[in-house]
């Protein structure tokens, strides 16, 4: 007879649905699909500029801009690792844009380092803050863009 899993091993199996549920909105550009997986007032600190993105509609802009280069777009996330409470949980992992862009070009992308902070909210783990980056060469100023997990 299986033991029933835990309250937290359920918590942590939801988190990763909604991880593979980013994936799946970017993969298919579908824009409302990734609104259901963050809180409205989500904090982002994304690769491009501002420093940070606040509120549901800025973070769907970005999205809204990575689609407009892309006509086939994938996304990749490996080495994902969770910390999970009742009512905070926070991920970190590798994750790698790629596809076709609009001209026919493909590109395999590139790497960064992502974080996901989720918050329990009336029963669903929406993300509250992610960050996603690439180091860079103090001596340069430059981001690396080329290293691979």
Same mark, same amino acid.
């Given at each position: ?13 939801? *988190? ?40 549901i509609e800025a973070k769907l802009k970005n999205w809204r801009n990575v689609f407009t280069f892309f006509q086939d777009v994938t996304y990749e996330v490996r ?18 844009? &790629? ?8 590109? &395999? ?9 989720? =918050? ?12 996603? &980056?690439?180091?860079?060469? *103090? =001596? ?10």
């Open positions: 007879m299986a033991a029933m899993p835990t309250q937290h091993e359920e918590d942590e199996a939801k *988190i990763r649905q909604q991880i593979d549920r980013i994936v799946e909105g970017i993969r298919a550009k579908d824009l409302e699909g990734l609104k259901q997986l963050y809180a409205t007032d989500v904090v982002s600190f994304d690769v491009e500029p501002p420093l940070q993105h606040v509120g080495d994902l690792t969770l910390t999970v409470d009742e009512n905070v949980a926070f991920g970190h992992c590798f994750g790698r844009l &790629s596809g076709t862009l609009k001209n026919g070009t493909a590109t &395999s992308g590139m790497w960064v380092r992502a974080t996901f902070c989720f =918050r329990n909210i009336d029963g669903n783990w929406l993300i509250v803050h992610d960050q996603a &980056s690439v180091p860079f060469d *103090i =001596r340069s100023g430059k981001g690396v863009t080329d290293l691979k997990p």
